[in-house]
């Protein structure tokens, strides 16, 4: 070898003819390792992971490095995407609240939708030069907004906080009336001025909100109650947010809309702590959201802002009044309607971005031709639109995550209610059947507090006998299925297996031992006519433990109660877990979005009133007044079979006992059979069974001999 061939330069071997990448296993890997280390890279530089995605799709698209060729998928998963956030906006928005606030709803919707529309429409035809046509076209582009900053919101746990249920339902409003301006535009260019486009219009909108509000709440029930298999519910829920899409594009709307819609329907039967709303905000945010992201940044060509003074001056005037305009309106709604600055950051930063709604109005303008023969959108407003995106989703972003972490720092500085700070919740759920096993699972997490974010413990006891080691095999199945379960709503479980004699004694030394505070149990399946309605343990566990005992039979699936109604004995309110059942029930019915009537003495009325009023003002409680226990057969008539009918019970020997409670089990037996059933025994005063002395009783049993006499006589 020459010696001039040791010092000859290496050749940097041409790889641009791989570029643009087009097979669709390789384009799904990058983007895969786009939505993988986006969020680490852009957690390190403290920059919001939205943007890093946008960022992304900007590098690896045609206008950056061109390393991914767009294809079908983006249009796809990025039509799917935008689909998925306004249906997760739908479907964890506060239906109470915004029914107690309609009217803040109504005036920040048409102040955010009249002051953009009204700016854009004046800097469009005096500052740009644009016909009135395509002033219009850019008022409604800048009006309407999308929540792209929403998926940082669900990051911080404040999808209920005010100020964003106020942006969700505004952004709706605003979105709403744009779309109608915007088919108002596409309507006068393709002659349907007259009378009868407006009336088939109008007519078509009427037929798709009611279907959407009568038929499919009914659809729904009807499959919930018939199906339970996770991956159905799953696809089913799939299906309605696509079906109502289409409709809704069918009727002249956008499908973001029906998406929305979508949302607000299904909002009262999947629970915000269920497994399913899990699942659903699982998949959105780890797929469908970041690929819509992504292909969002690859439309944005950034070298258009040095292609001259014109185009810099069309995406100066729609960032400037974009952002300012939607500013004013989120500034002035939280002054008038006197709520902190922070509120107003939020606002601000969900109503700041546009991406959806813009991309598909300007896509509308696109293929709408001037009598001159030119097209409505040219292509100065096209990059100015794409630029805006970018400038407003960076906007939007830092604001919504420094607001989130505000509002956080702020309520955790607030001192904490006593009963709050004090809450020893530590449930215990003893599971005997797989039948019974999914809906006390699903119950304890809807009871449960979120923000003490403990876990559950699973227990399972079965008998000292021959059998032994073939029912302890199946009950470590059953609590392996129970954990599954709670693991997929992200509750942890710890269970527990063991060996007893006596059922109830096993209960009771893993409740020590645990140091539990209440338990949440299934209700004796009686197998024959002569069987027990208690079983052969549960009398025995009320009598030796003081704490509550919540013993419930759920003949549906939760999410499809409509009603919660509870009966309440006289002289509750002296007992010292009043107030841990009322928090239970208020925060079961606040879960699932259902109405809860509570019948019982004024007095106790009134104490309940105030309790949830203070804690928990988003219920929708009412009040029955029932003068007499014996009127309890009577509530039959107002308990239908999808309502859940809980009845508050007393131990023998404690303040609110009463000796009616002794014929408790043949009333629900013949009046209340259909329905859901629960029975709590609450916390109440007693002495500790382990202190007890010999002249103590050491069992009491829940019927009296002169009860049974009394039956015999009646029997015969």
């Known amino acids: 070898m020459h010696e001039y061939e040791l010092f000859r330069p290496m050749t940097i071997p041409d790889i641009s003819h791989y570029f643009p990448i087009t097979d669709p296993t390789l384009i799904f890997f990058v983007v895969l390792c786009i939505i993988l280390f986006a969020p680490i890279v852009m957690g390190r530089l403290r920059i919001p992971h939205i943007i890093g995605m946008v960022l992304a799709g900007v590098a690896v698209g045609r206008y950056g490095f061109n390393i991914l060729e767009r294809d079908s998928s983006f249009e796809l998963f990025g039509k799917v995407g935008v689909l998925y956030i306004m249906f997760l906006a739908g479907l964890e928005m506060n239906l109470k609240d915004i029914m107690r606030r309609k009217l803040q709803f109504m005036i920040f919707g048409l102040l955010t939708f009249a002051v953009p529309f009204v700016m854009a429409y004046g800097a469009g035809v005096w500052l740009l030069g644009y016909s009135p046509e395509a002033s219009l076209l850019l008022s409604c582009i800048l009006a309407a907004n999308t929540l792209i900053a929403y998926p940082i919101v669900c990051r911080y746990g404040l999808q209920k906080h005010s100020s964003v249920a106020l942006s969700v339902g505004s952004s709706m409003i605003a979105l709403s009336l744009s779309l109608l301006v915007l088919a108002a535009i596409v309507g006068a260019h393709e002659g349907g001025t007259d009378i009868g486009f407006w009336v088939l219009f109008v007519g078509k909108v009427v037929l798709f909100c009611a279907c959407s509000s009568v038929v499919l709440p009914r659809m729904t029930r009807w499959f919930f109650n018939r199906y339970s298999d996770s991956v159905m519910l799953y696809i089913y829920v799939l299906s309605v947010l696509f079906l109502s899409a289409a409709a809704a594009e069918m009727c002249g709307l956008e499908g973001i809309f029906g998406a929305f819609t979508a949302g607000l329907t299904l909002n009262r039967f999947i629970p915000s702590v ?201 009950g470590r199945k059953l609590l392996e299925h129970a954990e599954a379960v709670a693991g997929s709503a992200d509750v942890r479980m710890q269970t527990q297996s063991r060996l007893a004699i006596n059922i109830a004694n096993g209960i009771k030394h893993a409740f020590k031992e645990n140091d539990a505070s209440e338990i949440i149990m299934g209700m004796h399946r009686r197998t024959d006519p002569a069987d027990s309605f208690w079983g052969a343990y549960t009398q025995g566990l009320i009598a030796e433990i003081n704490r509550q005992i919540m013993i419930c039979r759920v003949v549906r699936p939760l999410n499809t109660i409509r009603r919660i109604q509870v009966a309440v004995p006289s002289r509750v309110e002296f007992e010292p877990g009043f107030y841990r059942w009322t928090e239970r029930l208020a925060r079961l019915a606040d879960n699932l979005s259902c109405r809860i009537v509570f019948h019982g003495r004024q007095d106790t009325m009134d104490l309940i009133n105030e309790y949830i009023q203070n804690r928990h003002p988003e219920v929708r409680a009412e009040y029955s007044v029932m003068h007499h226990w014996k009127d309890l057969i009577q509530l039959s008539r107002e308990v239908n079979a999808d309502h859940l009918f809980v009845v508050v019970t007393a131990r023998q020997g404690t303040v609110s006992y009463k000796p009616a409670f002794e014929y408790l089990p043949e009333e629900l037996s013949a009046a209340f059979s259909d329905c859901s059933l629960m029975l709590i025994y609450p916390d109440q005063n007693g002495q500790s069974q382990d202190v007890m002395t010999f002249t103590a009783p050491q069992r009491q049993e829940h019927e009296s001999a002169y009860a049974s006499l009394m039956k015999i006589i009646k029997r015969h």
Not at 337 to 366: D, K, Q
């Open 274 to 474: 269920s497994p399913l709303m899990n699942r659903i905000e699982f998949v959105g945010n780890a797929l469908f959201i970041p690929y819509f992201l992504i292909g969002v940044g690859m439309l944005i060509n950034i070298r258009v802002l040095f292609h001259g003074w014109d185009t810099l001056w069309v995406v100066f005037c729609m960032v400037v009044i974009g952002t300012l305009s939607k500013a004013i309106a989120a500034y002035a709604s939280c002054i008038f309607f006197r709520r902190p600055l922070l509120a107003g950051h939020m606002m601000f930063g969900l109503t700041e971005a546009h991406a959806a709604g813009g991309i598909a109005m300007t896509m509308v303008g696109m293929n709408l031709r001037m009598d001159d023969g030119s097209y409505l959108v040219d292509v100065n407003m096209l990059n100015g639109v794409v630029m805006m995106i970018l400038f407003t989703c960076i906007i939007s972003s830092f604001v919504v995550e420094n607001s989130a972490r505000a509002i956080l720092l702020r309520e955790k500085m607030q001192p904490e209610e006593p009963a709050k700070a004090g809450d020893d919740e530590k449930i215990l759920l003893p599971l005997q059947h797989a039948e019974t096993a999914d809906a006390l699972v699903h119950l304890a997490i809807l009871m449960r507090n979120k923000k003490l974010n403990r876990g559950l413990i699973g227990l399972n006891v079965v008998y000292d006998d021959i059998y032994s080691g073939r029912n302890q095999t199946a």
